[in-house]
């Protein structure tokens, strides 16, 4: 049986479960994932286990902690993929110019718009909290595919409180892949908008 890995203590300051891990062998079909899938996301996993914060502005563990576009900039340019911008709007630019682009505007986890999502692909959102930017898209993690032992879809990244078995978690964690803002979320002055996901440009699936 498959257990749930804490990977390390809460961030002080914040109320939250321990950034949470998971071995490759516990996604299903990971061996049937590229060889360049697969060292892409045992790179993410392993920085799961660092004990890792949330820091905004940061793309080094080096720093304690990343945030959510420091964490793709970093995993992609240490597996060479030197030409990765640093935010997550130009992240989406960057998918986007490659022509990899799915957009998605049901909030249906069953849709069709995910039917093409594949284990390595990028994925954005809008509204994750105001800044100024053009495209306006605020929030980015890797997707790692289906956990065997819950047969949902799940990701990797930073995030200052996004969910992983129905806890909230604040740093470099695995997390539930969702769409939207659960209802009844605290969070009334935010509203993230899941708007679609891509290939890494140059990635061979």
């Known amino acids: 049986m498959?257990?749930?890995?804490?990977?390390?203590?809460?961030?002080?300051?914040?109320?939250?479960?321990?950034?949470?891990?998971?071995?490759?062998?516990?996604?299903?079909?990971?061996?049937?994932?590229?060889?360049?899938?697969?060292?892409?996301?045992?790179?993410?996993?392993?920085?799961?286990?660092?004990?890792?914060?949330?820091?905004?502005?940061?793309?080094?563990?080096?720093?304690?902690?990343?945030?959510?576009?420091?964490?793709?900039?970093?995993v992609l340019r240490q597996n060479g993929f030197t030409d990765v911008p640093r935010d997550s709007s130009q992240q989406y630019v960057w998918v986007r110019k490659a022509g990899n682009f799915h957009a998605v505007l049901s909030r249906n986890e069953d849709s069709f718009e995910l039917d093409a999502l594949k284990p390595g692909d990028l994925l954005f959102w809008t509204g994750t909290y105001k800044i100024e930017r053009d495209p306006p898209v605020t929030h980015a993690m890797i997707y790692l595919g289906r956990e065997k032992r819950t047969n949902?879809?799940?990701?990797?990244?930073?995030?200052?409180?996004?969910?992983?078995?129905?806890?909230?978690?604040?740093?470099?964690?695995?997390?539930?892949?969702?769409?939207?803002?659960?209802p009844g979320s605290n969070d009334v002055k935010l509203s993230p908008v899941f708007?679609?996901?891509?290939s890494i440009p140059a990635l061979s699936n």
């Open 2 to 74: 498959e257990t749930l890995h804490p990977a390390a203590s809460p961030i002080p300051g914040k109320k939250g479960a321990p950034n949470a891990t998971i071995s490759p062998g516990e996604i299903s079909e990971y061996d049937s994932y590229s060889p360049k899938v697969r060292q892409i996301v045992e790179y993410g996993l392993d920085l799961t286990k660092q004990n890792l914060n949330y820091t905004y502005g940061s793309a080094d563990p080096a720093n304690g902690g990343m945030d959510c576009s420091g964490f793709v900039y970093y």
């Open 152 to 182: 949902k879809r799940i990701m990797v990244g930073a995030s200052d409180g996004r969910t992983y078995d129905g806890k909230q978690r604040f740093g470099v964690s695995i997390f539930d892949f969702k769409l939207s803002k659960p």
């Open 195 to 198: 708007v679609g996901y891509g």
